[in-house]
């Protein structure tokens, strides 16, 4: 081989090295990795608490942030992606199950990691007393979420495939902090804002719905086909009545389970193990009560 094309050819490869180790860098290591949520927000909390508690055990995890449920389920079921555990509402879940049935059997329920609830706000003096009302008026409402990657999106877009009424209401993707504001004016942008998080979480929305009780109302959710038992015998809502600080009667409402999920291929036996010891033994530390 001539000399200057051996040497020309071995610069080229140690030019490429940086590139194929930051490759490999991204790919799965000797420990666990774990999609969760937003920096910040629950999911993320609860991940890195899982996070801590794993590396009492001896299980190194990663815990790498996403959009949410959705996010977590796509890289969960993607053969190319290291990542083995996820969470995930048990609402996007179904419906990423049912739009994609051959991906059911790959995955288990770890554990349950508490219940997240909806919360309609609507003015005070808007009429929309329940879910009965927000289905006879849909095709005149502006609903106001965060994003359309939230699972607060994702849960709207499954109540709307349990209830069809609900599909002709205008979803209007944005700040729905700021949207509050003109919840009670005739001029105001948005007829009602969702979020969801769990029953003792704040969230700026609900906090200033609960303050002005004259300006902002809950929306009560009573249709029995959001909490009807599916086939296999699972029920993705139920029907809950929440006491909140502040407000004189209790609001009636449904939540939906998060839950941690384990790929059945991704995980090693002594992952599957370590997994197991902590869900049976450490899982107060990681699922915080309040």
């Not at 942030?65 to 053969?79: A, K, T």
């Not at 990542?83 to 349950?112: G, K, M, S, Y």
């Not at 939230?150 to 499954?158: E, K, L, P, Q, V």
């Not at 409402?253 to 197991?276: E, F, M, P, W, Y």
Request: proline residues 4%; hydrophobic residues 40%; negative net charge.
């Amino acid at each position: 081989m001539d000399r200057s094309f051996a040497i020309a050819s071995l610069a080229l490869l140690l030019s490429l090295c940086p590139f194929y180790a930051g490759a490999a860098s991204d790919e799965a290591s000797d420990g666990l990795v774990m999609s969760s949520g937003s920096p910040g927000g629950g999911y993320w909390s609860a991940g890195a608490r899982l996070q801590e508690v794993a590396k009492d055990m001896g299980l190194e995890v990663e815990n790498r942030g996403s959009s949410g449920s959705l996010e977590n389920l796509q890289r969960l079921l993607d053969p190319q992606s290291p990542v083995a555990v996820a969470f995930a509402q048990a609402d996007a879940a179904q419906q990423f199950f049912n739009d994609n049935p051959q991906t059911r059997q790959l995955v288990d329920v770890l554990e349950n990691i508490g219940q997240e609830c909806v919360f309609v706000l609507v003015g005070a003096d808007s009429g929309l007393q329940d879910d009965a009302d927000l289905q006879k008026k849909a095709g005149e409402l502006s609903l106001g979420i965060p994003s359309e990657t939230s699972g607060i999106a994702d849960t709207f877009g499954y109540m709307a495939s349990l209830v069809p009424e609900l599909e002709k209401v205008s979803v209007v993707y944005g700040n729905t902090s700021a949207g509050m504001e003109g919840l009670d004016r005739d001029d105001g942008e948005l007829d009602a804002v969702m979020v969801v998080h769990r029953p003792k979480e704040h969230s700026p929305e609900v906090d200033l719905a609960i303050a002005n009780p004259e300006r902002f109302a809950f929306v009560e959710m009573h249709d029995e086909r959001l909490t009807r038992e599916l086939p296999g015998g699972d029920i993705v809502y139920r029907s809950m009545r929440l006491a909140l600080p502040g407000v004189k009667d209790p609001v009636t409402t449904i939540c939906v389970r998060g839950l941690l999920l384990g790929h059945k291929h991704k995980l090693s036996a002594d992952q599957s193990n370590k997994l197991t010891d902590l869900v049976n033994y450490h899982w107060m530390r990681v699922y915080a009560t309040q």
